[in-house]
């Protein structure tokens, strides 16, 4: 255990280090502090956005959850990553610089500014039930890999608890830039981890060979669809290129970025780079399966931290700390992402005076405190985690389609068309997760591609009122902030 301990701690501290360092740079950037904290200053190079990318990506979700359906259904499991990175791909090559381009700071605000505000409030809603949701899945494979790396010293809920204090720490203090320089450092742990441990394990396990001869019979372990099916895996392409189009986490990294180019190459180079995480970390589910048979669903998102604790100290204490780093790397994008939803589109609009720069700082790092402790209650109900994210993350399809088409075929939308469709995937949502016996689908995604479309179609046949135009005020949100950065300090620039 010592070893472990020992490089949780330096860990840790580099962790630290670095968001400490991040606070240097909210303070040399431009002069609107909320920008900087919110967003670095719209000033990430490329290799940010990569890693800003990859780190929201290779998750607890794609590390620890993978390993946990591996554990049942095998090779296929990895699916769920190489989506993930087909999604980061095609918003590289079709959306990013459009994001970047509007200028804006929420999918809520493009909403809004197409459809009204009744569309902008009803899309909080759901981007905050999708974020939330994700953001509780990372407490639940923060505790799993703390208890299993140290467990003298935390159990399951304190292993939740000690992760969610991290992750806080550095949201909270060093803001969007201590979220890009964390992950540069995190995702060469991640990978480094992976497969270090990877060539350990399967030398520690007498090779392939042997894997293969002690896994249980009955199914291909490592056939590339058929333990989910191929009607899983297109759903899971299909939930992926969905969610990464406009869930506000991803669509911030876009936000963020210098300009329109590094916002397009990043994206790109990240897609490439998140592809391979999933398969490999399925390995580690199937060894899981041959050598711990026999675990129920929950025990099962144990199953790759347990494995990893057969290995020698160093390398066990070495991975499963890039486990961890992989779970801070996507819940710290969250919580960003959470801020700005709340503070943007919920408190500006409450509260109808300008906050002052050093308020509005403030109020987005309580809501970092207060979308923290709601996902943590939530993480302490969850048990599929790959279940779980891939149900909400369907909820992104309604934006998706909403803002393809504002991009690419804008005569077909209607003033009319953004909540209905809006609202449509909402209910779709519900009944799927609290009806089950109504589902008539295999995958929720397909039915909510089926009616958001239908309803975009329908609208754009009867309706005649136009939808606003996604570019229309970038130039005046250009020099809105323009004009909040010139202001002294304390004093907030007019409300338009």
């Known amino acids: 255990m ?136 990372q407490y639940v494979a923060g505790g799993s890999i703390l208890a299993a790396l140290l467990p003298d010293v935390f159990t399951f809920t304190q292993g939740m608890m000690a992760s969610a204090a991290i992750f806080i720490f550095i949201t909270l203090f060093g803001g969007y830039w201590a979220s890009g320089l964390t992950n540069l450092f995190n995702v060469v742990v991640i990978y480094a981890g992976i497969v270090i441990a990877l060539a350990f394990s399967v030398d520690h396990f007498g090779g392939f060979g042997t894997l293969m001869a002690t896994l249980p019979q009955g199914q291909d372990w490592f056939h590339p669809i058929s333990g989910l099916g191929l009607a899983t895996v297109a759903g899971f392409v299909a939930v992926m290129v969905t969610m990464a189009t406009t869930t506000q986490a991803v669509s911030q990294i876009c936000f963020a970025a210098k300009d329109e180019a590094r916002a397009r190459n990043g994206f790109l180079l990240g897609g490439i780079l998140i592809l391979p995480a999933g398969f490999l970390c399925a390995v580690f589910g199937i060894m899981a399966a041959a050598k711990f048979p026999g675990l129920d669903a929950k025990e099962a998102a144990k199953a790759l931290p347990m494995l990893v604790t057969e290995l020698s100290p160093a390398v066990g204490g070495f991975f499963l700390a890039s486990l961890w780093a992989a779970d801070i790397s996507t819940a710290v994008g969250l919580l960003m992402g959470c801020s700005t939803l709340v503070l943007e589109d ?30 943590f209650a939530l993480a302490l109900t969850v048990v599929g985690i790959l279940q779980t994210i891939t149900t909400a993350l369907a909820l992104t399809t309604s934006f998706t389609f909403l803002l393809l088409a504002g991009i690419y075929f804008p005569g077909l939308l209607r003033r009319k068309t953004g909540f209905w469709v809006v609202l449509a995937s909402l209910i779709l949502w519900i009944i799927w997760t609290f009806f089950p016996s109504l589902r008539v689908f295999p995958e929720l995604i397909y039915a909510e591609w089926l009616v958001c479309g239908t309803i975009i179609i329908g609208f754009a046949a009867f309706a005649s009122e136009p939808a606003g135009s996604l570019f229309a005020r970038s130039r005046a949100l250009d020099e809105e902030e323009a004009a909040a950065a010139s202001l002294p300090e304390g004093q907030a620039a007019p409300t338009p």
């Open 2 to 137: 010592q070893a472990q301990l020992i490089i949780l701690i330096a860990y840790v501290a580099i962790l630290l280090a670095i968001s400490w360092w991040s606070t240097l740079l909210l303070k040399k950037g431009t002069a609107n502090k909320t920008l900087n904290y919110l967003l670095a200053g719209r000033n990430l190079p490329t290799v940010l956005v990569c890693v800003m990318l990859v780190g929201l990506a290779v998750g607890g979700a794609s590390t620890v959850g993978v390993a946990q359906r591996a554990y049942k259904d095998g090779f296929s499991a990895g699916w769920y990553n190489a989506a993930w990175g087909l999604g980061g791909i095609f918003v590289g090559l079709f959306v990013a610089r459009h994001l970047r381009r509007m200028t804006v700071k929420t999918i809520p605000q493009i909403m809004g500014q197409m459809f009204g505000p009744y569309t902008r409030f009803i899309s909080v809603i759901c981007q905050l039930l999708v974020m939330i949701s994700i953001t509780a899945l």
């Open 346 to 375: 919920v408190v500006k609009k409450v509260y109808h005076k300008p906050l002052e720069g050093s308020r509005e700082l403030l109020v987005s790092r309580i809501v970092v405190l207060v979308v923290s402790l709601l996902s």
